[in-house]
């Protein structure tokens, strides 16, 4: 079955670029929409947007102006940037499969990577 | 955005209880609510879709009704390894997605 698995830095300075990628084993990129949540410690879950396979993307408008997710399908990965972090990034960084239904209001997230944490510090 | 709201924050029970967690939307949603559990140190696990379907070897104990604003996520007889932290999500609205504070579950 299809898993995932992320990584990149666990620890970024404040004001620099936190990146993370997700690499996709066990089937195929193409044709899903591909997603990172996020969840600061002892917090709830966060969506930050997500890629689909063709290149197109939907960020979360709180996150929008700091954000950039991108697809490789030779690599079967994506990735997650985001810009200027501040201490209230740190979190653990999960990448997840968005599942739908075509053309309905139904979509879900599955399966799901491990997460990484992540943390702002100098 | 959509805000979706939990009840209760954490919440004690024994195992064979009957279990409600709820969760209200700030807007109506239909049915397009999801439900995950999450385990200490883990990725949340998909429990439940589109309001009632059971994802795909999850206990048939475990079930969701609701429509609208109003849902429920119900475990009929409370195992030990459903000590959890329990999340609702919805996707009415992609743009953002949002998700419930999350229900800790304890054992009494």
């Not at chain 2, 409370?78 to 997605?97: I, K, N, R, V």
Request: charged residues 15%.
């Amino acid at each position: 079955q299809v898993q995932l698995q992320e990584s990149g830095a666990g620890l970024v300075k404040p004001s620099e670029t936190l990146s993370l990628t997700c690499t996709v084993s066990g089937g195929s990129i193409s044709g899903y929409f591909w997603t990172w949540i996020r969840q600061p410690p002892g917090k709830g879950l966060e969506w930050i947007g997500y890629v689909y396979y063709s290149g197109s993307t939907n960020y979360n408008p709180s996150l929008k102006s700091r954000v950039t997710i991108s697809v490789d399908t030779s690599k079967n990965q994506f990735s997650l940037k985001l810009s200027s972090v501040t201490a209230a990034d740190t979190a653990v960084y999960y990448c997840a499969r968005r599942v739908d239904i075509a053309s309905t209001i139904f979509s879900w997230f599955d399966p799901w990577g491990q997460g990484t944490l992540v943390t702002v510090s100098s | 955005d959509i805000q979706m709201t939990q009840s209760p924050s954490s919440l004690s029970a024994s195992i064979g209880d009957r279990v409600t967690i709820t969760c209200r939307a700030s807007q109506s949603i239909s049915n397009s609510l999801n439900w995950y559990q999450q385990k200490p140190g883990k990725a949340p696990k998909l429990l439940i879709y589109a309001a009632s379907s059971l994802q795909s070897g999850v206990p048939s104990r475990f079930g969701g009704s609701g429509s609208g604003t109003d849902f429920t996520l119900t475990i009929s007889s409370l195992q030990p390894e459903d000590f959890a932290t329990y999340h609702c999500q919805q996707s009415f609205s992609t743009h953002p997605y949002t998700f419930g504070q999350g229900t800790k579950l304890e054992s009494k």
